[in-house]
C-alpha cells in the first residue's frame, strides 16, 4: 500500500502548495483512489502535476465528508476525469458528472480489502484498506469520536495504523496503534507526537507512506 498526500495545511515538499484542506492518492490493491479532493481544484491539479499523478489513471474517489476543504476540487478533478466511481456518504449530494455515484450509509465493502466504514455519525465515513500488517485507516477529519471510527474499522480486521486528520479527538484514542500520521485539522499533533514518537509519522503534501 502506497499513500501520497497530495494536499494539506503544510507542505512536506517545497515545490508543493500548503493549503487548508486534504487530499491523498491511494494505492493499494491494484487499485488507484484519490480520497478527498482539498478546497482548490487548481491547488489539487498543480500538486498533482507536480507529484506526477495523471488524473486519467485514478478510478475511484472516495469523499469522507461533505465539507468544502474536502470537495472543492471535485468539480476541477471531474473536468479531467469523470470515468470514475465517487463514493459518498449520503450527506453530500450533488454529484452528477460522474460515471458512477455510490452513497455509503453503512459499513461496506468496495473491493477485495477495502472498506469504508460506512456514514457515521451522520457526517464522515473512512476508508480502510487491509494490509499485511492490519487495518489502515484513511480518515478526512475525524469528525466521530475515534473510538468509533476505529471500533468500526476492527470489524475488518485488527488496526494497525491511521493516516489524516483527527480534529479535536484526544490523544489517548489512538493507544495500541502502530502507526499514526496526524495531518490536516489535528489539533493535538504536539501532544500526539510527544505521546508517541516511535509511531508518528509526519504528513504534508508531497508525503509518501508505504505499508
Not at 143 to 163: C, D, N, S
Amino acid at each position: 500500500m502506497r499513500i501520497t498526500i497530495i494536499y494539506d495545511n503544510t507542505a512536506f515538499r517545497k515545490d508543493l502548495q500548503a493549503d487548508w484542506g486534504f487530499s491523498a492518492l491511494i494505492e493499494a490493491r491494484g487499485k488507484k483512489i484519490l480520497f478527498d479532493t482539498g478546497a482548490n481544484g487548481s491547488i489539487l491539479l498543480s500538486n498533482m502535476q507536480k507529484l506526477a499523478i495523471d488524473p486519467k489513471v485514478i478510478e475511484d474517489v472516495f469523499i469522507s465528508h461533505y465539507h468544502f476543504d474536502h470537495t472543492g476540487g471535485l468539480s476541477a478533478f471531474l473536468e479531467q476525469n469523470n470515468d470514475v466511481t465517487v463514493w459518498l456518504p449520503p450527506s453530500f449530494r450533488g454529484v452528477k458528472t460522474a460515471a458512477k455515484v455510490v452513497a455509503l450509509a453503512k459499513p461496506a465493502r468496495l473491493y477485495e480489502g477495502i472498506f469504508s466504514t460506512g456514514e457515521l455519525e451522520g457526517i464522515e465515513q473512512s476508508l480502510c484498506v487491509n494490509t499485511e500488517k492490519g487495518i489502515v485507516v484513511i480518515a478526512g477529519c475525524s469528525h466521530p469520536r475515534m473510538t468509533h471510527i476505529l471500533e468500526t474499522a476492527e470489524q475488518f480486521g485488527k488496526v494497525y495504523g491511521i493516516i489524516g486528520g483527527f480534529h479535536g479527538n484526544r490523544p489517548e484514542s489512538l493507544k495500541g496503534l502502530n502507526l499514526i500520521c496526524a495531518t490536516h485539522c489535528t489539533q493535538y499533533i504536539r501532544e500526539i507526537k510527544s505521546l508517541y514518537p516511535e509511531q508518528y509519522i509526519e504528513g504534508g503534501a508531497g508525503k509518501v507512506i508505504e505499508i
